[in-house]
């Protein structure tokens, strides 16, 4: 059985240019950028060219690229980071209910060290409502972080009218960008973005390895203490094969957004068409339009999306649900449920993300599938709530 994969948000395979860019890095060339011998030397040249890379990609300067683990900790980092050093000015921070769990952990967290945390409704299709922004940016707050497009239902924020309310109050302005990068183009300086958070193993690189981007001037305290790497912000022996993929990861992926998007917004878009033609009771998730161009997160009603998405598992095919299933209870969509669908409609969703390697002939089969999964769970459970265990 050829197995297909549909699930590129939750993360995308090695490209093999840059899987080749790293191999070096692992054999021939392993020495520490922190020394001052050759070997040394030669590492710290690789990193010097991946920072650059990085920061090339997203319209900033090297400078203001650090490493880190991954979006996790860019995300957490920025937040803490940023919260704990103008913690003088004051102690207000402003996101929104559909950000990432590194987001809004990390925001909990920050309520019990005593900052005051205000969480953004959103509409119908996802978008933060910017009257809501504007009613509550106040002297008090210090930071606003608003992810760029949704992991779930692939929203794109109307970003640059964010960041122009927040610049207007003198406002520190972070965005997670971990899905956007490579999907829409970005250009933090002239966007007037001052922290943004990146993920290799989105985009296509290695897993383990990402970089948060701080405009120069922002204050941030580190988050991991120890030598000085990272410009003394971020401690830690530099992971340079990882760095050195990640650079080359986000120089692919922003090369030729426009292009490179261009045959995955038509796939999706004629997957969509697809399934609305041959199954009823469907409801697209997020915005028609301004959308990740590989994303579709579809509600079929009166069947649960984690049996559709076991269902098509037993096909080959990989999918996934915004629900995450834990023993005997189903935790439901917290992004589907703050755009106030209704609980058949959170609970029918699934999420199908599609790469640059999609074929037409594999979304033909998915469907096809579809069609027969839907029915079944329908037959079974005319008023809903078809399980797997029943079949
Ligand atoms: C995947 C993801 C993260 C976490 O990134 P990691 O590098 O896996 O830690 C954060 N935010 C968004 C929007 C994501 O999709």
Redesign the pocket.
């Known amino acids: 059985m050829n197995k297909i994969y549909l699930d590129n948000?939750?993360?995308t395979p090695l490209s093999s240019e840059v899987l080749n860019e790293m191999m070096p890095y692992f054999t021939s060339i392993y020495g520490n950028p922190s020394s001052v011998h050759s070997f040394g030397r030669e590492a710290k040249h690789a990193l010097d060219v991946a920072r650059e890379r990085v920061a090339r990609g997203i319209g900033c300067d090297p400078s203001e690229i650090y490493f880190t683990?991954?979006?996790?900790?860019?995300?957490n980092w920025a937040l803490y980071g940023i919260a704990t050093a103008n913690r003088a000015k004051g102690r207000h921070i402003i996101t929104s209910k559909i950000?990432?769990?590194?987001?809004l952990n990390m925001c909990k967290h920050l309520e019990d060290e005593g900052f005051r945390v205000t969480y953004l409704d959103v509409d119908q299709y996802g978008f933060i409502k910017i009257d809501q922004l504007l009613h509550n940016l106040d002297s008090d707050t210090i930071l606003v972080s608003i992810?760029t497009?949704?992991?779930e239902v692939g929203t794109i924020q109307n970003l640059q009218a964010i960041a122009n309310i927040v610049a207007e109050k003198g406002v520190i302005f972070h965005t997670?960008?971990?899905?956007a990068v490579g999907a829409i183009n970005l250009n933090v300086h002239d966007m007037g973005i001052d922290a943004l958070?990146l993920?290799?193993?989105?985009i296509n690189g290695p897993?383990?390895?990402?970089a948060l981007y701080v405009r120069k001037g922002v204050k941030i305290n580190p988050f991991m203490l120890g030598g000085e790497q990272e410009y003394g912000l971020r401690a830690g022996t530099s992971n340079i094969p990882a760095i050195v993929g990640l650079g080359k990861a986000v120089e692919l992926a922003t090369r030729d957004i426009t292009t490179n998007n261009k045959k995955v917004r038509q796939l999706r878009d004629y997957f969509i068409t697809q399934i609305n033609k041959n199954i009823d009771l469907c409801h697209l998730n997020g915005h028609p339009v301004q959308r990740l161009p590989n994303n579709i997160n579809m509600s079929f009603g009166m069947v649960d999306g984690e049996s559709v998405m076991m269902l098509l598992d037993l096909q080959g095919i990989a999918v996934s649900t915004g629900s995450a299933c834990s023993v005997g209870s189903i935790k439901q969509s917290n992004v589907l449920k703050a755009m106030g669908l209704s609980k058949d409609l959170v609970q029918g969703a699934v999420r199908f993300t599609l790469s640059k390697a999609t074929t037409k002939e594999e979304l033909d089969i998915v469907v096809a599938e579809l069609i027969k999964i839907v029915q079944k769970l329908r037959q079974i459970s005319p008023i809903g709530k078809g399980q797997v265990g029943t079949l």
């Open positions: 948000a939750a993360t683990s991954g979006s996790t900790e860019a995300n950000e990432h769990p590194s987001i992810m497009a949704n992991n997670d960008a971990t899905q958070s993920s290799g193993h989105k897993k383990g390895v990402g």
